[in-house]
């Protein structure tokens, strides 16, 4: 896609697709600008004549206008103008992208100073314009053969600015930048949880990391396979993928964009690729969704994905623990009791519950790299969704700044996270008669116990949980990967390298 910044067409400009946004009840008039009279007199007698009201999630269509570079317009509605923020500017530029999608549209001139508004800063509307355009190209085509497949593909996106004094060229073109790098790594996201696990196993997943490790000299990807891990003592990990055929893997991706002596973010992602329950197997309906337990750990590669295409100054260090949770003959039992790489033991009361097993030890392993902070991302807990829907991501931390760091970025992301209290109250649901832990609570606030499950292994250092089971992906006719938490944590990042 290529990308331009204008406030004049030229008459030889590339012919394409003009995007207006209109508020309810709004006058024509304001588009005198990019239309004659007779042509505004047309396009006011279509809406008028039309049930187009100027609402969020309208939008209509005009073929006929007769500006030479637009050869069709589309007005999208963006409700009633004292109601407009951030969120219905996001939903006005979804549905943009969606009907320029619908119509094929190759060339595009976006109208930004009718999508404006005081409140809404433009270096941010324009990076998330660059976001959702980029995006609305995602086609999941991977493993479809007889049906059409959708090749989306933008040519030209052209930001079109009336006033020209109050754009900064340099800031909108960081903006859009760093748009696209986010939507870059939104995209492997969402192609790696849409991947079925047939196809997306730990060894795939190892494959990918180290094709993305090619892309740039920074970037260093080391794959320790089941002898290593067990050398280095990561039973808890091993026994989740005891029952698979498919070899468990610990991924570590080093992105070495500042001084080496800089304390990194590290991040480490649930790699389930997927979740049968194991011995404690899960009822059928709906199992195939667990295709999707690995997007913890695509939401780290996606990440570090965006910040080395925007080579940050910064250092990054993905962890993944991947493993595929099967019922077998040899597959772990429940009360089963494991020795964690940390020395604590671990008794398997539910097998179901495996994804804090396969992150504890990843977790221990982080304190070898002197973290500043770490984050980890994981599809833990149905109870997740029980607590906040399909909206928010929970987060659950043992430091209070990191937690603000993270709520800010998610606030400028519109990612959302909503914090839930790891409280000492809540750890005794832990005992365990016959080892150090178990790996369950009792039946409530299971997002709160399987955080602090976690929070065993993290006493060493700065770190926070994100539980994404809610978020991560869709379900029903619109099924499939979100991308979710990339956008966040690339917000959080791209901040975090600001202050160093
Ligand atoms: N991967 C699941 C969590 C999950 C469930 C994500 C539903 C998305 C939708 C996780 O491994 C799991 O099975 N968790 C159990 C834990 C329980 C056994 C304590 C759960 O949430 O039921
Ligand atoms: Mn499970
Ligand atoms: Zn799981």
Not at 97 to 104: G, H, P, Q, S, Y
Not at 136 to 145: M, R, S
Not at 176 to 195: H, R
Not at 430 to 438: E, K, M
């Amino acid at each position: 896609m290529q990308y331009n910044l204008i406030n004049n067409i030229t008459p030889n400009a590339a012919k394409g697709s003009a995007i207006f946004g209109i508020f309810k009840g709004a006058n024509i008039s304001q588009f005198s600008y990019a239309f004659d009279k007779p042509e505004l007199t047309k396009i006011s007698n279509i809406i008028k004549s039309s049930s187009f009201q100027g609402e969020i999630n309208e939008s209509i269509s005009i073929y006929e206008t007769l500006n030479k570079n637009f050869e069709k317009s589309y007005f999208i509605g963006l409700g009633e103008k004292n109601k407009y923020n951030e969120k219905k500017f996001l939903k006005a530029i979804k549905k943009a992208a969606d009907v320029c999608k619908k119509e094929n549209a190759k060339n595009i001139y976006i109208n930004l100073d009718t999508f404006s508004h005081k409140d809404i800063k433009k270096d941010w509307a324009v990076r998330n314009i660059s976001i959702k355009f980029n995006d609305i190209e995602y086609q999941y085509n991977k493993t479809k053969n007889k049906t059409k497949k959708i090749n989306y593909k933008i040519n030209k996106l052209i930001f079109l600015f009336r006033d020209n004094k109050s754009i900064n060229k340099k800031i909108m073109n960081k903006a859009i930048t760093q748009g696209e790098a986010i939507s870059n790594g939104i995209k492997l996201a969402k192609e790696l949880g849409d991947l079925p696990s047939n196809i997306c196993t730990p060894t795939y997943l190892a494959k990918t990391a180290a094709s993305l490790g090619k892309t740039n000299k920074k970037l260093n990807v080391k794959v320790h396979n089941e002898k290593e891990m067990k050398n280095m003592g990561m039973n808890c990990l091993l026994s989740v993928g005891n029952g698979s055929e498919e070899p468990s893997k610990l991924i570590t991706v080093k992105y070495t964009g500042a001084n080496k002596n800089e304390k990194p973010i590290v991040l480490v992602g649930k790699g389930i690729t997927f979740d049968t329950g194991g011995i404690s197997i899960k009822p059928s309906n709906g199992m195939d969704e667990m295709k999707y337990d690995m997007c913890g750990a695509a939401s780290v590669l996606g990440t570090i994905k965006c910040i080395s295409e925007l080579n940050l100054k910064v250092n990054v260090i993905g962890i993944i623990a991947s493993a595929e949770n099967m019922p077998s003959g040899s597959a772990t039992n429940p009360g089963d009791v494991v020795t964690t790489m940390s020395g604590q033991t671990v008794e398997i009361l539910n097998t179901d519950a495996e994804g804090r097993l396969v992150l504890c030890d990843a977790l221990t392993y982080a304190e070898r790299f002197k973290p500043k902070y770490v984050i980890d991302i994981a599809t833990l807990t149905g109870a997740v969704l029980v607590a906040l829907g399909k909206v928010a991501s929970g987060v659950l931390s043992n430091d209070k700044k990191l937690t603000e760091m993270l709520v800010n970025s998610s606030n400028i992301s519109h990612d959302y996270i909503w914090e839930l209290p790891l409280w000492e109250e809540f750890q005794s649901e832990l005992d365990s008669n016959f080892a150090d832990i178990a790996n369950i609570g009792k039946r409530y606030a299971g997002t709160i116990t399987a955080a602090c499950f976690l929070s065993r292994f993290t006493e060493k250092y700065n770190w926070a949980h994100l539980d994404i089971a809610g978020t991560a992906w869709n379900e029903g006719g619109q099924k499939g990967g979100t991308g979710r938490p990339v956008s966040l944590l690339s917000h959080f990042i791209i901040n975090y390298a600001k202050s160093l």
